[in-house]
């Protein structure tokens, strides 16, 4: 199994472009979750999933878009990214027993111009 | 959710135990106290959860006061490569969510 994986690891974006981070797991989990992690601080919930074709808010949603169309997947989304949005992306994924272990993904490392 | 006190950074010498605390004092009763850690700037890592009763696996032990007001994760025996980040987290949501605090840096010193 390759876990959680993320695409890219790394960007490099202008103000006011948009672009799409995928997660994507192999687990066949049902639950899944974007964080963004600033310099020297814990992770920040910004969008889950508890299932294909569902999506909630988190602590930090503004900004950005999720969809979970493939159970496999889950996308996160910038519109028109802004400079406050530069940082580590990481996604994870639970098995459908909501009190267990997150698998985490790699991470990928966003810069805004 | 509950909210989790933890020391900014703790130092530990290899091969000794690394007790960390973490106080969670207005955790409530069906709320489960999770440990995750982060090393240098991977994705966080499962290390452990429990609700009353103190837990044990092969990465560490959790120890939970019988009021469950705090919490003590052990590394038994630590090495250079358990320096990380280790965060304490309650939580008790039906969606798994987790609310990450800055957690306690700890380095294992040769």
């Known amino acids: 199994n390759a876990g959680v994986t993320q695409t890219p690891k790394f960007r490099v974006l202008k103000t006011g472009q948009s672009m799409t981070l995928l997660c994507a797991q192999d687990?066949?989990?049902?639950?899944m979750y974007w964080y963004r992690q600033d310099p020297g601080m814990g992770l920040r919930l910004i969008h889950y999933?508890?299932?294909?074709?569902?999506?909630a808010k988190g602590e930090v949603p503004d900004g950005y878009n999720v969809s979970r169309l493939k159970k496999q997947n889950f996308l996160l989304g910038l519109e028109s990214a802004a400079p406050s949005q530069t940082s580590v992306y990481f996604c994870?994924?639970?098995?459908?027993?909501?009190?267990?272990?997150?698998?985490f993904g790699p991470g990928t490392r966003l810069t805004v111009l | 959710d509950a909210k989790t006190t933890q020391p900014p950074s703790m130092d530990c010498a290899e091969g000794r135990a690394a007790n960390l605390p973490c106080n969670h004092s207005?955790?409530?009763?069906?709320?489960?106290v999770y440990w995750y850690r982060q090393i240098h700037s991977q994705g966080p890592q499962y290390i452990i959860h429990?609700?009353?009763n103190n837990e044990t696996n092969e990465m560490a032990s959790l120890i939970i006061t019988e009021d469950r007001k705090s919490s003590t994760l052990i590394l038994p025996h630590a090495t250079l490569r358990d320096t990380a980040v280790y965060y304490c987290?309650?939580?008790?949501?039906?969606?798994?969510?987790?609310?990450f605090g800055q957690g306690t840096t700890l380095q294992v010193k040769p």
């Open positions: 999933s508890v299932g294909e074709g569902t999506t």
């Open positions: 994870a994924s639970l098995r459908n027993n909501a009190n267990n272990e997150q698998f």
């Open positions: 207005t955790i409530s009763g069906n709320e489960y």
């Open positions: 687990m066949n989990h049902e639950y």
């Open positions: 429990g609700l009353k």
């Open positions: 987290i309650v939580s008790t949501s039906n969606t798994g969510k987790l609310i």
